[in-house]
């Protein structure tokens, strides 16, 4: 048994402590941090390489799937690791990885790297600044490589700590109001959640019995991966009932909802997204909201998927609707970070939409692919981010809190406006409509850098 994916866990945590406690002056705390993240992210390079080619894997070996003792279909998942201190409370230490996960994890530590780059010059309480953007890194990482419920669950619940801390004391000028609305947001999304995790516990005894031959209520993730897929081969004739799956799936649905997010629960992301600090930003979009998608394609569609094509079309309608109503809502937006963040808003229904179509390819399909092109440049995200900081602030001060009503109603005026206009142009990032030989004044030039 290999142990890195319990390493990808412990060493930005490990990295957090020593950040926060022992890089007492600003360089010593930014030192830290990075060579910690650089760590991570060669650990998870390496475990990228591997999934890419197994011949590769010189280091931790090549990924080999762990079947279940009892014989019949099973999902492959790799590099797991097992312990069931803890088993009389159903709960286990489960972790693993397969192609769905791998590339996230990556992205994880990427981003994070990243993300202290770009604030390297960060004066302000530096030791808490990137000791938070650490553990906030081991958080993630284990969102997406566990395969217990509770742990799946406990992972999910510590993500929101560091960032509403992230967004609270270095965000901008609107940074508590954003911070308490992501907050409560996210929170109430985690308790309907959790909701349907006690559901499954207190119904999967037999599913535990079928797949490892134990007639006892569990948490693991496993065992309802494995028994799903049997069922839906024919090889297991009893599951969840679809009177069982049907709310089952809408709690969790409404969680992971509140995190990717879907209209109508997706108020909180332009605040938070627009205050909180560049790194944030770069995280929040580029893998926070990658959260909502990973936990719908992992649970809902892998753990119950008869309800999955009973509700199909309630994923294809909330995805159509975010597709749509984002779009019309970029089209008013003068602040470089809130109209990134309404184009995240649309581009995760793209994803929503793909899941509707219950394909079952991770890795080669669009809706597993797909959250891997909005922010796949994330020095160009943090480039747009810092000139709207710089030139826009203004703007920002004006608008703090506007409402979605407002903003389509100024979005309609400018699309009359466009068919007005005697020839529309365009320039990179932006969609600069000319009326009368003139640029619209509220858009500067400089803030595309």
Known sequence: MTYILSLLILVPLVGAVVAWFV???????????LGFSLIETTLATLLLIGFINP???????????????????YVPLYYMERYSGWSQFGFNYIVGVDGLSVPLI?????????????????????QAFFGLFLFLEMTLVGVFMSLDLLLFAVFWELVIIPMFFLIGIWGGPNRRYAAFKFFIFTQVGFVIMLLSI?????????????????????L????????????QTGALATYLTVGLQIPIFAAFLIGFLVKLPSFP???????????????????????????????????????LPDAAKNLWWVLAVLGTVSMVYAAFVCLAQVDLKRLIAYSSIGHMGFVLLGASSLTRRPGRDLPVVQPWHHHGNPIHAR?????CHRHSGHLRASRPCEGDAAILARARHRIF??????QPQFRFGLNSWYSSGRTDPRISSRCVA
């Open 23 to 33: 890089g007492t002056s600003q360089r010593a705390a930014k030192i830290i941090a």
């Open 55 to 73: 011949g590769w894997a010189v280091f931790f070996g090549a990924p080999t799937a762990t079947p279940p003792p009892t014989p019949g279909a």
């Open 106 to 126: 990556w992205l994880t530590t990427l981003l994070t790297t990243l993300a202290i780059v770009f604030h390297w010059d960060q004066e302000n309480r530096p």
């Open 198 to 218: 006690f559901t499954l516990y207190f119904n999967s005894a037999g599913v535990n019995a079928a797949v490892y031959g134990t007639n006892a209520n569990t």
């Open 220 to 231: 693991d993730m496993t065992a309802f991966l494995h028994a799903a897929l049997r069922h």
């Open 265 to 303: 629960f997706h108020t909180w992301l332009p605040d938070a997204h627009v205050e909180a600090p560049t790194g944030g930003s770069v995280l929040l979009a580029g893998v926070l909201l990658k959260m909502g998608g990973y936990g719908l394609f992992r649970i809902n569609l892998g753990i």
């Open 383 to 387: 480039r747009l981010g810092q000139a």
């Open 417 to 422: 406006r466009i068919g007005r206009a005697p």
